[in-house]
Each structure stands twice: as C-alpha cells, then as structure tokens.
C-alpha cells in the first residue's frame, strides 16, 4: 500500500491506508511528532455506568447488556407494562462485512433489522427533559458503535532528540532518535477533537490535528 504525504507550512502528514492494525495516522513538526492508531483492546463501553439499558436478540452476536429469552414483542409489552412512560428507543444492526448499530433503521433491509431496544425507566430521569434523555441514550448507542466497528483510538507523542556531541576518546557520537513523551487511548470515534483526545495532548502536538 501506498503511503499518503502532505506538506502545509513546514507541516508533514503521512497517513497509511487501513492495515491490520487499523488506521494509522502520523503528523510531523519540527521536533514534534504525534501518531494515532487504532486501539486493539477497547473497553466495552457497556461495562461503564449507563443511563440506558440494551435489550438484544440476535443468532450470532452477544450485543448490549442483556439477552432475554422472551419472545421479542412479548418482552416489549411486559416492559411497557412495568415501566410506563419509560424512554424506549429501537436498536437496528447492518451486518455486512462487520457489524453496526444504530437507532435509526438502515436504508439495507436484506442484511439489517430491528435487534432490540434501549431503555431507561423514569426513576433514573427523574428532573430530566424526555428529549435530553432521548439524546443521551442515542449517545450511548454511539459509543457502542465505535467500539463494534472498531472506530477506538490512541495517540503517541514523541519528540526527537538532536544526535550527542562526539565523545573525546572513542571520537563517536550517538545518532539522533525520537523519544516518547505520552500516550493513552480509549477515545472512541475519528475526529480527535471529538472524541476527548486533544483534551490530553500538549499545546506543541495539539496544532498537529489539523492536519489530521
């Protein structure tokens, strides 16, 4: 595969097509060098401390928090039944090629379809607009998204360091190499500005995501 460069003002951006390691994106200045790669062992975002609760059924996949054995529409109406005026909001999936969810249905109907819900009783919105609530739980489908489509990151900074004066005796010197200075991941979704990572960079790499 090909690698990708562009130089704007004294800039370097190399960005490498998808690989078995996933994406992985490099920005250069000066003595300044930031990489972002796709993180390999992403926390489910469903073991966190959700305002909603996902309902799935599915023959092949374990999705969400719980999977009932309940007749689907059965289940729906016990529910409804239980918890009136509950927020409840429908989780569609495209399989195809890798899997991706959604509370919106997919234009696809051969390879998606309604696989449950997202639910959250009024108890734990009590003081809350229904709308915001409904904001939230689409929010919380969008985390989990990422992390079934494995759009989850983490950046490495580093900075390089000018080769040594020779030593007198030996007359050798050692050559210049970059050196790490941080790294974190866990940030899900692309844009870096987004997802909560520019928030943990230092001012000199946080210029280095425009280009990225």
């Known amino acids: 595969m090909v690698a990708y460069h562009v130089r704007i003002e004294g800039f370097r951006l190399r960005q490498k097509p998808t690989n078995e390691k996933g994406l992985i994106m490099e920005a250069t200045k000066g003595k ?9 062992q992403p926390e489910d975002p469903r073991e966190w401390e959700n305002m909603g609760r996902m309902f799935c059924w599915h023959s092949r996949y374990i999705l969400g ?19 009136p005026g509950a927020v409840i909001l429908p989780l569609y999936l495209y399989d195809h090629s890798g899997i991706t ?11 998606s379809g ?53 030593c007198p005796m030996c007359k050798r010197s050692d050559p210049g190499s970059w050196e790490l200075v941080d790294s974190c991941g866990g940030f899900y979704g692309y844009d870096p500005k987004e997802n909560g990572m520019i928030e943990h960079l230092e001012d000199e790499y ?7």
């Not at 300044?32 to 390999?40: A, K, P």
């Not at 928090?65 to 918890?83: R, S, V």
């Not at 969810?101 to 390879?111: H, K």
């Open 65 to 83: 928090d719980e999977q009932p054995e309940a007749d689907p529409a059965e289940w729906l109406e016990n529910y409804e039944k239980h918890y």
């Open 101 to 111: 969810m959604s509370t919106a249905s997919f234009s696809c109907g051969w390879d």
């Open 32 to 40: 300044y060098r930031i990489r972002i790669e796709r993180d390999e």
């Open 206 to 212: 946080k210029e280095l995501l425009d280009l990225i």
């Open 114 to 166: 309604q696989v449950g819900w997202i639910v959250c009783s009024p108890k734990y919105w009590e003081g809350l607009a229904r709308e915001q609530v409904e904001k939230n739980l689409e929010g919380e489908i969008e985390v989990y998204d990422n992390f079934l489509t494995g759009s989850v990151y983490y950046f490495v900074t580093e900075v390089y360091r000018e080769e040594s004066e020779a």
